[in-house]
């Protein structure tokens, strides 16, 4: 069974950063396009960022230019990175193995992200 585990989130201003991290179980990490999401209050979750196996990125116009995904095969880990963060970025972030835009397993926890004015 897939368990998709994010960690990272909390309490920041406006400007600030944080970085989330997302751990995965099974053997699915190295074959799979992995993706950030986020969920805001009363509004579907979205796909923020994602990374190919071969390390491409890709990003939503909302955040390119502010949040960086990177991948750690040997951890089976991907990272969000992100910086100039604004209150509009406040959100739970989860990740998810990608099949074309497709999420693949059932989601973790997520971790909230919530930045103030």
């Known amino acids: 069974q897939v368990q998709l585990v994010e960690s990272g989130g909390g309490l920041v201003q406006a400007g600030g950063s944080l970085r989330v991290s997302c751990v995965t179980s099974?053997?699915?990490?190295?074959?799979?396009?992995m993706g950030w999401y986020r969920q805001a209050p009363g509004k579907q979750r979205d796909l923020v960022a994602r990374?190919?196996?071969?390390?491409?990125?890709y990003y939503a116009d909302s955040v390119k230019g502010r949040f960086t995904i990177s991948r750690d095969d040997a951890k089976n880990t991907v990272h969000l990175q992100m910086n100039s963060l604004k209150p509009d970025d406040t959100a739970v972030y989860y990740c998810?193995?990608?099949?074309?835009?497709?999420?693949?397993?059932?989601w973790g926890q997520g971790t909230q992200v919530t930045v103030s004015s």
């Open positions: 099974g053997n699915i990490f190295s074959i799979n396009t």
């Open positions: 998810n193995a990608l099949s074309g835009l497709i999420p693949l397993y059932s």
């Open positions: 990374i190919t196996v071969g390390g491409r990125t």
